[in-house]
């Protein structure tokens, strides 16, 4: 949920800059949510499974999305790599304004 938010705030403090290449924000933080989503599930089936892999493909797919999400961004524009970076960079980011 703080994704979310924080999401939601970079993108309209950035359209004040950037104008609609701000929604690119929200490109990298739809990644970065199915990032937070595959990781999850992939740490469920790790508890839960048989005998643990040492690689697990969830690793590749995520690392591919990423990719891609920031591929697309960068045939657009330089500026749309760099909002759609900074989206994705929460899923570093939210973990430490949730630490207790």
Do not use: H
């Amino acid at each position: 949920m703080k994704t979310i938010a924080i999401i939601l705030v970079e993108t309209v403090i950035l359209s004040l800059f950037f104008s609609l290449e701000a929604l690119w924000v929200l490109w990298g933080g739809i990644g970065a949510v199915i990032g937070f989503y595959s990781l999850a599930e992939e740490i469920k089936k790790m508890t839960v499974g048989s005998k643990p892999k040492k690689i697990l493909p969830g690793f590749f797919m995520r690392y591919l999305l990423y990719g891609v999400i920031l591929g697309i961004a960068a045939f657009n524009s330089a500026y749309a790599l760099l909002l759609a970076f900074v989206g994705l960079i929460n899923l570093k980011i939210v973990p430490f304004l949730s630490y207790k």
